[in-house]
Every structure is written in C-alpha cells, then in structure tokens.
C-alpha cells in the first residue's frame, strides 16, 4: 500500500459516507487525479478496498480496512470499494503537495 509523501497536505475531505449515501463511483472503477492521494478512512465497520493496475485490468490488490484504519490510493490508481457491512462509516481525505496549484486553491476556499 502506498505512504503519502511528507510535504503532501490535507486539501480537502468527503463526507461520511454509509452504505445509503455513498456515491455510486466509490462502487465502480475511478481513480484520484493526477498529484493526489486519496487516504480512505474507516470509521466505523470494514470496508474492501480493490485495486487495480489499469482501468481495465484484473485485480492487483484487496485490502480489508477495520475500523479506525485507512488504505492509500495513489495519484490516478484505478480501484473501488466495497461495503462488507451494513455498519461500515468512512470518509476520504485528499491529498496533495503543499505547493501545488490544486493545495493552494483549496486552502485560498476555505478562508
């Protein structure tokens, strides 16, 4: 599993999703941007993150994220989540160098 990178920050986060307000791309093949990281943090529950190595590609890694445990998404890694119990809360956190266009209009939104 990926390691987020020392000078990247925290630009933004997603709600809590459950399974009733998850939106159905987290179910499907998507991938973060270019220069992102995506952290998935468990919250309550487990959830399976799936990973694959293209977009159309076979499955390269399932990880299983307890509660109170998070998994790393790479910049434009293909993968998916899905919902091993009807408990499960998570959120993502978003990622991104702390110099880079994308972290410096987020952190200029939130003033």
Known sequence: MSKIPENYINYK??????????????????????????????LSGSLKFYG????????????????????ISPPQYWHKVEFLSDETTFRVDFYADKDSTIAQQSLSERN
Not at 22 to 37: D, E, Q
Not at 52 to 71: K, L, P, S, Y
């Open 13 to 42: 986060s997603s709600p809590v999703f459950d399974p009733s307000s998850v939106p159905k791309m987290f179910l499907h093949l998507h991938n973060t941007r270019a220069g992102v990281y995506g952290k998935i943090c468990v």
């Open 52 to 71: 694959f190595a293209e977009r159309r590609g076979e499955v390269e890694q399932e990880v299983v994220i307890m509660a109170d445990n998070a998994a």
